[in-house]
């Protein structure tokens, strides 16, 4: 894997950016200590990010989708205002459990649900429009994600994709996980329903606005 930002470059940026709240830092070391693919943590300066944009939007309805251990989930309740709402989407029970023991300690977890299920399954049930979405789960189903919550994200609202630069193995896509997010990098570029920017910020950020 190559990483996109030199280790002592993305050192500097964790220097130089607001220090998470003590609780995700807890939650970051209990994830590596004892989770199988840590690396999927989203991270002081994504999750600083996230929470940023969720303010500068002024976001009230959240949809997550790909929860993990919950570090975005939080990163992303903490920009809400006292009523908004963030709904997180996960598939599997010991990431959802670790994630809600976390959220009961925060003040911001109330704001969070847990919808335990496939994510399409989820979205397709979901009533309502959201003002912000962050995609981060299984690659292969970028393009199905897309597609489904798009509908769900109002006008004028942000899409969020984590991962679009996959260690730079965009620019030689030979393996099945590769060519996925190819395809969705491709699809959101030809799609005139939005405008986008793409973003090195970690592995990858793709910041998609619904006209």
Known sequence: MIPIVATALEDYCRRHTT????LLDELAAYTRSHCKLPQMLTGPVEGTFLRLLVQLTGARQVLEIGTFTGYSALSMAAGLPDD??????EIDAEHARIAQSFFDRSPHGRKITIRLAPALETVSALKGEFDFVFLDADKENYV????????KLRPGGLLVADNVLWSG???????????AIVAFNDRVARDARVEQVMLSVRDGILLVRKR
């Open 19 to 22: 220090t998470p709240d003590a």
């Open 84 to 89: 908004g709402e963030l709904v997180t989407c």
């Open 144 to 151: 199905n994600y897309y597609e489904a919550v798009l509908p």
């Open 169 to 179: 193995k965009v620019l030689d896509p030979r393996e099945k996980t590769d060519q």
